[in-house]
């Protein structure tokens, strides 16, 4: 990008100052970038203070689900989603971004510090920057056309640069499995009044609101005839999509398991959900994950061992052809971006 290459040597000639100014205002964009993040219902569990020249991304925990994600896993998978999106922006820009993960232990809400260093800029993923408003977590009917093995190959290489064991399902034995323990999850989750009161709650009907699944973006309830169920966020009889979403394990399936299983690990998944989905945004493709199997304690360490993963499954996501879905809402910036200038002025 030379014109950014150009103004980056301007801001360096005019002095220390003027880069750290541009430095603040990159990480700025990085913050608007963040919040276009999937999260789990969009909950949205995020906040960020711009201190200075360090952005912190913390997790916001009033936004945890207490009973689908009583250990905060999907929390912190969302935080990496979003922490990915920022590192794309500024890798758009041309600056090169210092990340330190979880960096302190008396701490654990504080999720990353970013800040813009000399590290060598990842033009790959700068490139994703111009697919940041269009991925969706798409509930549509998917084609049954294959999914090219260039493309496949692609999405993998994405998600393993983000350091997680990525798994393509190939074989009728994995492919089955998947869709039995999904099928028990969804409906031990569907069974119990606790979860279906907190699914309830994150279901939007009302189009000024910034948060939570609007029906628009799901598919009217119904007898939808899955392998592997889509989660049924129609609380309300107002999906606004076709019920038959042809969720199948004839589609191309990816898990993504952590290394370990720690917050540290469930962080890393999230920035390698992301790349995964964000490229495959960029090749043409609809993503979608489907996370019941590994919400459910039981079904998740049947899929662990089904699986033969080296570390913990932590999503599985469907990828195919699919028709536009329509957006999703997320809060205004300035509910969850907190400025302070160095001097420690807030603005
Ligand atoms: C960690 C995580 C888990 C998710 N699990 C599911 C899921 O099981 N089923 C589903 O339909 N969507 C799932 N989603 C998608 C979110 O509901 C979606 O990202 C959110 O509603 C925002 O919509 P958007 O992705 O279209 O911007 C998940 C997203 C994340 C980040």
Known sequence: MPELDASKAADAAAGPATEAAAGR??????????????????TQPWRMVLDGDVLELRA????????????????????????????????AEGAGAQVDRMPDAADP???ARITVSDAPVDATLGALAAVIEE?????RRFED????????????????????QVLVLRSEEDRTAAAVLSQRADAMQTSDPA???EL?????TDAQRADGVPVTAAPHAGEAHDDIP???????????????????????LFVLAGRGDAPGDWLRGGEALERLWLEAAALGYAASPLTQSVEVRQTRLQMRSALRTEGWPLVMVRVGKAPATPATPRRPLEDLLEERTADGEQQ
């Open 145 to 164: 056309d294959a999914v090219p093995e260039e493309v496949i190959g692609q999405l993998e290489s994405a998600a393993s640069a983000e350091g997680v």
């Open 109 to 111: 809400e504080l999720v």
């Open 200 to 204: 309830r709650a994150w279901i939007s």
């Open 60 to 91: 916001d925990g009033r936004r945890r689900l207490t009973v689908l994600d009583p250990d905060g896993r999907q929390m912190m998978m969302s935080l990496g989603c979003a922490l990915l999106n920022a590192r794309v922006a500024l890798a």
């Open 135 to 139: 991925r969706r977590a798409n509930r």
């Open 230 to 252: 889509i989660r049924v966020f129609d609380t309300e009889g107002q999906g606004g999509l076709p019920t038959e979403t042809h969720s199948s394990i004839r589609q191309c």
């Open 25 to 42: 205002a990159a990480l700025r964009r990085a913050a608007v970038a963040a919040v276009r993040a999937p999260s789990v219902h969009n």
């Open 195 to 197: 979860y279906q009161e």
